[in-house]
């Protein structure tokens, strides 16, 4: 039998120690409680958590550690969450240490002595670790009374807010330290601290300086007491009258893991469920409290078909039977001629595969597009060759990959904004010594947290930013984001620093849907799994799935073809599910195409510009009431059951089965089941991958500064986005809108600026930035309708001037 030097190693380093007369063998410098929990002995602990530093504040933990005459011993109990193990070192916990179990006692002891016995109004109470390790390691009487000098317990005034999302009940708090220590060293937000002295030593903030951060809500779920609360749950419910049940965060492409904790078909609170691939035990505060859209007032319920002037009505929407939809649906579209079929990038990855099967097996069309942003034809290759699964050296980078990673590149991604899980993994990757690289107009304050190096770069100038980057191994990983393919040449440009550095590359896209949906085939150029519309392989391995005579063979128009062709007259239907007009490339032309189309069928959750204009609306069902799966940037499947059954609207996959079946080309589907059993059938593309090489862009050249500021722009986690209504305390929490500029801008304009685009113009406070002059940045969606409809396109010219106050 051989042994491996990695696996010699392990086994060089192992320690042996005694926990209550149990032998275990574990690696060197493993804490004391954790070598008790691998025999299954379970010390009580407040402070301890196993994502955090060690700090042995709350003392709960206590052990006898005697001398067993090797020098191993103390003669006191000692801290198990800090103590490390030692060879030959004999350990008794409470379960068998009258010694343990009386120090315990009295720490319990201690820290009731202030704390209020108001369980029954505390909405930790039913799930409190203080309160159960009360009643299995603590007195059953107390020694402290309230009556006498000195008796009574400490008040404090309450609640105070750390955030708008987060209160603070100071009496509760027990000291622990785990909501200062996950600030300080997960997120990277330290405005929250432990100030005073002794007894009168609390939580708090400094003034005027609330507690900002992305990721506070973590704070509320690691406090194990009632101290930290939350604004929108606080007094809701009691733990005891929830169901709870696993699913996955549907905001961004990270695929975290969450619990959903419901009441009566009510969503009362969502948690961070405990993954240690994906996000460990945390989730953004977006994925935490961004879940009350799905139950605004203007949430469609029923469908609706629009009396056409033409046939006599009145050219209003109207209530419809779900047959009734279904047909009127069918009519219109094989009466409008060519149809393009518009996604969005929110769906689920079978209800991506169906707008993908329904485009070409329904629609006969290869006009189908996921992308609701701006984007490029580099873009729509590069994506085929070296996204989709089975692509050539895409694959096995992971969230282990990025803390592992010697040199991580940031190009046209702000993960902090983008993908806090990818964010929070750069935070232990730094601490491991990675080095960070961010390509980006200015140092954010995300990549000041990862202590990054900035390439200060104008909008335009990523491809020529990123071949002249120099120090890269195979250790390294190139993240991209979505918002490169603005940059002409940029995608082209990363793909060859990773290539020629043998190093991993990544794209990370905003929406959940969007890794599942190239999968599923919502491009124009691409298939389902990866199989190239060109091969004529491909689209017979397809067509014989989906058991038609054949699958169209010229690749089809992209998002923003459609919409040009719409408004020319070329197509003359539009099938939109879940787009928002003002984050596509040019809402005004979305908009146009909506009105110029003889029919739109919009599958949508709430009323929006789109159900407003189209002939046939079918109401869709939420993340939570619909089964499904979201593919991760890294490529990894995130199946999740439905939460609640709800009859008022259906999955994307039935509706579009429905106007299928009634087209008289049925799909072959009708549940999530039976697609999967379906996709899972045609599975990956294993043929010839040649036509999936990326069309390289050039670089664009830099127009004269004379003709203003470059735009850049990027959304900000928490913003306006629809998905984000109903919680006005969560939305609080968002970052103020500013506009950052250059000093020599600033000292030329002022403190209050209007910049000025094709689009419109908007006036925002300036602030100071790292930026290269010429450049000015705004946030994509936290004003108005967002950069794109009010101002300008990302990289185009806007003119700045002061505003007088």
Request: charge should be negative; charged fraction near 20%; aromatic fraction near 6%.
């Amino acid at each position: 039998m051989t042994t491996t030097p990695e696996k010699a190693a392990q086994e060089t380093d192992l320690v042996t120690v005694t926990i209550d007369g149990v032998q275990v063998s574990v690696p060197k410098d493993t804490l004391v409680i954790r070598a008790a929990e691998q025999v299954g002995v379970q010390i009580p602990r407040f402070c301890d958590h196993p994502l955090l530093a060690p700090v042995g504040a709350c003392r709960q933990c206590l052990v006898d550690v005697p001398d067993a005459g090797n020098g191993r011993g103390f003669p006191k109990p000692q801290a198990s969450c800090t103590l490390p193990v030692a060879d030959g070192m004999v350990v008794s916990t409470q379960l068998t240490s009258e010694v343990a179990d009386k120090a315990q006692q009295g720490v319990m002891e201690f820290l009731l002595i202030n704390h209020p016995l108001d369980c029954p109004v505390c909405d930790k109470g039913g799930e409190c670790p203080l309160q159960n390790q009360a009643m299995s390691n603590g007195r059953g009487e107390s020694r402290f009374t309230d009556s006498g000098a000195g008796g009574i317990k400490r008040t404090f005034p309450k609640p105070i807010n750390l955030s708008p999302q987060i209160l603070l009940d100071r009496e509760r708090c027990i000291v622990c330290q785990r909501c200062t220590r996950f600030a300080a060293e997960i997120a990277g937000d330290p405005f929250i601290e432990l100030v005073e002295r002794g007894a009168q030593q609390q939580i708090g903030i400094a003034e005027n300086a609330p507690f900002l951060s992305y990721f506070g809500g973590n704070v509320i779920q690691i406090c194990p007491v009632g101290a930290l609360t939350s604004e929108s749950y606080r007094f809701r419910s009691r733990p005891f009258d929830l169901v709870s049940t696993p699913s996955v965060a549907e905001h961004d492409a990270c695929g975290s893991a969450i619990r959903v904790d419901h009441r009566r078909g009510k969503v009362m609170r969502r948690l961070a469920g405990n993954d240690p691939e994906v996000n460990e035990e945390w989730i953004t505060d977006k994925d935490r409290f961004a879940f009350t859209y799905a139950t605004a007032p203007d949430r469609i319920t029923y469908p609706q078909v629009r009396d056409r002037v033409e046939d006599g009505g009145d050219g209003a929407l109207r209530p419809a039977s779900w047959p009734e939809a279904f047909a009127v649906a069918a009519r219109g579209l094989a009466a409008a001629g060519a149809i393009g079929v518009l996604p969005g990038g929110r769906v689920t990855a079978e209800d991506a595969f169906a707008y993908s099967s329904f485009a070409r097996v329904a629609l006969g069309t290869n006009d189908v597009d996921f992308r609701a942003r701006p984007l490029s034809a580099e873009e729509t290759s590069f994506l085929a060759a070296r996204v989709v699964l089975g692509a050539p050296q895409v694959g096995g980078v992971s969230y282990a990959d990025l803390e592992a990673a010697s040199t991580v590149v940031l190009a046209g991604l702000e993960p902090e904004d983008e993908a806090g899980m990818v964010f929070l993994r750069l935070r232990k990757a730094v601490k491991a010594g990675a080095r960070v690289v961010a390509v980006a107009p200015f140092s954010t304050r995300g990549l000041r947290k990862l202590g990054g190096e900035l390439v200060a770069t104008a909008p335009g100038g990523e491809a020529t930013a990123l071949d002249a980057l120099t120090g890269l191994d195979e250790r390294s990983v190139v993240l991209v984001g979505e918002r490169l393919a603005t940059s002409p040449g940029a995608l082209s440009a990363a793909a060859r620093l990773a290539d020629g550095a043998g190093a991993r590359l990544a794209w990370v896209p905003r929406r959940a849907g969007d890794r599942g949906a190239i999968e599923a085939g919502c491009l124009p150029n691409l298939l389902p799994g990866g199989r190239p519309v060109a091969d004529a392989s491909a689209r017979v391995d397809a067509a014989a799935t989906w058991g038609v005579d054949g699958v169209p063979e010229t690749p089809g128009r992209d998002a923003d073809a459609i919409v040009a062709a719409a408004v020319a007259g070329e197509l003359g239907g539009l099938v939109v599910g879940g787009v928002d007009p003002d984050d596509t490339a040019d809402p005004a032309a979305f908009r146009a195409a909506l009105d110029a189309a003889s029919f739109v069928v919009a599958l949508e959750l709430r009323e929006t510009d789109v159900t407003r204009a189209a002939d046939v609306v079918f109401p869709v069902a939420p993340v939570s009431d619909k089964a499904g799966t979201f593919v991760t940037w890294e490529g990894r499947v995130r199946p999740f059951e439905a939460v609640f059954s709800n009859p008022a609207s259906l999955p994307d996959l039935r509706i579009l089965a429905g106007i299928a079946e009634e087209l008289g080309r049925p799909l072959g589907f009708r549940t999530v089941q039976e697609v999967r059993a379906r996709m899972a059938e045609m599975g990956p593309w294993d043929g010839a991958r040649a036509t999936h090489e990326p069309v390289a862009a050039a670089p664009a050249a830099p127009a004269a500064a004379s003709e203003g500021l470059l735009l850049a722009t990027w959304k900000q986690l928490v913003d306006n986005g629809s998905m984000q209504d109903g919680d006005d305390f969560y939305r609080s929490t968002g970052r103020t809108p500013v506009v950052r500029v250059t000093r020599t801008v600033y000292d030329a304009v002022g403190p209050v600026v209007t910049l000025t685009g094709d689009r419109g113009s908007v006036s925002l406070p300036a602030e100071i930035a790292d930026l290269p002059e010429g450049v000015a940045w705004v946030p994509a969606n936290s004003f108005g309708n967002g950069v794109l409809a009010d101002l300008a396109s990302p990289g185009s010219r806007v003119t700045v001037k002061g505003v007088e106050a």
